[in-house]
């Protein structure tokens, strides 16, 4: 038998397990972005804003006064929920955020992926398929994938410092960045960036002295480390592992707290507001609350050969931490006594995948024929941590006053949960090269979770090419989304403000007795269809 000629090191296109089938050839549209080409021309170096700019189909923008969401950037690809796309970094699954977006946000009542915790500067390309791919990739694929190609330069040093900021005169951005890769044996290397990115505040108030004094995007510190590797080991095999580590720290303004409160009796007027202290404030103040976010991951796998066939073996496994603090801010029920700054708990995200995929290409059949076939097992974990007592707890006091820390008061102890769940899945995806201009491909999915059952999905898609410069291309599939650990059991009670008032809430999570108390039907899987059609048009050809 004939040995295959693809090597081991190809390139990665996401939408196709077929090691030797370009971007343009596949039966559904995926996008190619060369990173750094498009972050000199687009002024951007925070990822979710550079795909913004430059991706049609992706939307994020940055929240104000949502607490979590201030932090991370809430994202979405074709206009569907952020925890229904999902992310891949070298063609590997890539962890969630430990966030569940809250209030009016976009995605609100989602958990998306923290795009931001991955420097540009690390990134080679980004590969986007939008088209359902739940019966290629998993679950939470129905709006579609992004994914991220990391450098595998060698013996080339880049780096820079880019600063921007403004016209209002705030905001200002700096980034600094390194990026080297060391030659390990002739074929063999290690690629290793550090960048930190610096954005301060925006204030954009409409009513300075109103609810909301201060209005704009929170300032942020991200320091990022990461390193991207692959090296040969004998003839047919080749070690790689890649990962990093990033760390940030998020300020964002809260409600305002005003000295005085608006009584509604015409004979009372004003009185002194019971959220406020005036010893400590005499003019009231603006709670921040602050995020630290740590996002740990490493991916380690043999890719090899049996014969004609192409082996991937690899684990990943991911780290999600989000840990608030309040500062300029205070516990009511205290008095003067209480503390400014205040510890309020905070919630993690980890993930840990292990699978093995094979593939083999055919050329005697057809004009070619793609067999791919893989399983995973995953297994998620989410737990709350509970804050400092005086984060939470409401003291007795002659009047009542509210307790906990002013603009977001901490997890309690009730909150406090470990939970976790399994995943095993197994698919088979095909492509079959009819002839050189007409190509179908199908592929399957089961899976079975520890806490929503089994699911089965699948995928039909079809491209005809019509000339060298016009091509036809459709596809139908399936797709399934369990809740995830977030949405299920997230609970905790925070502050709202209804017309100006602020209003204590709270929010019990899906398996609670409050829940079933009032009626509250328990979380079910997202089932959806998928149907696409289109042209693809090569404009050098149709020039040519």
Request: charged share 20%; hydrophobic share 35%; no cysteine.
């Amino acid at each position: 038998m004939e040995e295959s000629s693809v090597n081991l090191d190809a390139v990665q296109v996401v939408g196709t397990r077929s090691l030797n089938r370009s971007a343009t050839e596949t039966p559904v549209p995926v996008d190619i972005i060369p990173i750094q080409q498009v972050t000199n021309s687009v002024g951007q170096v925070d990822l979710n804003q550079i795909l913004q700019y430059v991706a049609p189909s992706f939307n994020s923008n940055r929240q104000t006064g949502s607490d979590g969401a201030d932090h991370v950037d809430p994202a979405t690809l074709r206009g569907l929920g952020p925890d229904q796309t999902l992310v891949l970094i070298n063609g590997k699954r890539r962890h969630q955020s430990a966030l569940i977006y809250l209030f009016g946000t976009r995605g609100r009542g989602n958990t998306g992926t923290d795009l931001n915790t991955i420097p540009a500067s690390a990134i080679d390309r980004i590969e986007i398929l939008r088209d359902g791919a739940a019966a290629q990739y998993g679950s939470d694929a129905i709006a579609g994938v992004i994914n991220i190609v990391l450098k595998t330069d060698v013996e080339k040093l880049t780096g820079g410092v880019n600063t921007g900021i403004y016209d209002k005169g705030d905001g200002k951005m700096i980034n600094a960045y390194a990026n080297y890769g060391v030659k390990v044996g002739e074929k063999g290397v290690i690629n290793f960036t550090v960048d930190y990115l610096g954005r301060g505040k925006t204030n954009r108030p409409s009513v300075p002295d109103g609810p909301r004094a201060y209005f704009g995007d929170a300032s942020a510190q991200n320091t990022s480390v990461f390193v991207n590797s692959k090296i040969p080991v004998g003839q047919k095999s080749e070690f790689y592992f890649f990962g990093g580590y990033s760390y940030r720290f998020s300020d964002s303004y809260a409600w305002t707290r005003t000295a005085k409160i608006d009584t509604g009796d015409v004979n009372v007027g004003t009185m002194d507001n019971p959220r406020n202290v005036k010893e400590i404030y005499p003019n009231g103040f603006t709670p921040r609350i602050q995020a630290t976010i740590n996002d740990a991951s490493g991916s380690v796998g043999l890719r090899t050969k049996f014969g004609a066939w192409d082996a991937d073996f690899n684990t990943t496994y991911g780290s999600n931490r989000f840990h608030y603090t309040v500062d300029g801010t205070l516990n009511a029920s205290l008095g003067v006594s209480s503390p400014t700054h205040f510890d309020a708990g905070g919630f993690g995200f980890s993930q840990h995948t292990i699978g093995a995929n094979f593939t083999r290409n055919f050329a005697d059949i057809a004009s070619g024929f793609n067999l791919a076939f893989g399983s995973e097992f995953r297994r998620d974990a989410y737990d709350i941590v509970a804050g400092e007592e005086g984060s939470w707890k409401q003291y007795p006091t002659a009047d009542n006053r509210p307790g906990g820390s002013q603009g977001f008061p901490g997890f309690q102890p009730s909150n406090v949960l470990d939970v976790s769940r399994t995943n095993i899945a197994g698919y088979l995806d095909t492509e079959l090269d009819v002839t050189k201009h007409f190509l179908v491909s199908g592929a399957v999915r089961f899976e079975n979770y520890s806490d929503f059952g089994s699911t089965f999905n699948y995928k039909l898609a079809t491209r005809l090419k019509l000339s060298d410069a016009i091509s036809f291309r459709g596809s139908y599939s399936t797709g399934f989304r369990a809740p995830s650990l977030a949405q299920r059991y997230f609970n905790t009670t925070f502050t709202n403000f209804a017309g100006g008032v602020a209003v204590d809430q709270i929010i019990a999570n899906n398996e609670s007795v409050i829940a079933q108390t009032v009626g509250i039907p328990k979380l079910k899987q997202e089932t959806s269809q998928n149907a696409s059609i289109g042209l693809l048009q090569n404009l050098l050809q149709t020039l040519t």
